[in-house]
């Protein structure tokens, strides 16, 4: 069982815990294909994306990062050199994968500025955690609830559009995707999805 709630205070209090396992980088277009391939083999897929922070009001950038968690690896795509092609659109509207998310409707918003898709597929992990009684939902929170460890969030508010990304922006975009699979996984392997 685990707690419907979960402060500040005892999140802080957990190991950290981020991910360390494979991470591609896809910059280049026709790399795209062979990624989503791969990505498509598996029913359940993780996702998450980045937009350069926009500090000024009335600003607004485009979606610079999609992330896309399989068990194995985690692939970041550059979405401002790669664009947002057919194969991408297709794993979207795929609704035989899985695609778990935490507050996923702005990502989903930013990619359909991009280009217009129908989603299909599509999991909001929080949707999951409140019909489950949980009251504290975002990302750092149901990885501490579900998981037993805590996220950092530190690289929030860098420069997504920065060429390369650093160290750090790679390992927390791939944390974020990674961390939806984890949570989807842990809940389908504990029953909990049954009881929904």
């Known amino acids: 069982m685990f707690p419907n709630r979960i402060t ?11 991910y360390e396992g494979e991470v591609v980088i896809i910059s280049d277009p026709k790399d795209v294909g062979p990624a989503m391939a791969e990505i498509q083999r598996h ?3 993780g996702w998450d994306t980045e937009t350069k922070p926009a ?5 607004n950038h485009p ?11 985690v692939f970041l795509f550059q979405l401002l050199k790669t664009g947002f092609p057919l194969e991408m659109i297709r794993f979207f509207e795929n609704p035989d994968i899985t695609k778990p998310g935490v507050a996923i409707l702005d990502d989903v918003r930013g990619l359909k500025k991009i280009r217009p898709f129908s989603e299909s ?6 949707d999951l955690a409140t019909k489950l009684g949980i009251e504290t939902t975002g990302a750092r929170n149901l990885t501490a609830i579900f998981l037993g460890f805590r996220i950092s969030k530190n690289q929030q508010t860098s420069n997504w559009e920065k060429n390369p990304l650093t160290e750090g922006q790679v ?16 809940l389908f392997r504990t029953g909990y999805l049954e009881k929904l």
Do not use: S
């Open 63 to 73: 979606t610079a990062l999609l992330q896309i968690a399989i068990p194995d690896k």
């Open 8 to 18: 500040k205070e005892e999140v802080n209090q957990l190991p950290p815990g981020r």
């Open 55 to 59: 500090f000024k009001k009335g600003q």
């Open 121 to 126: 597929g599509v999991v909001e992990l929080a």
């Open 171 to 186: 390992r927390y975009a791939a944390t974020d995707a990674w961390i939806c699979l984890e949570i989807f996984e842990y």
């Open 43 to 45: 029913p359940v897929a």
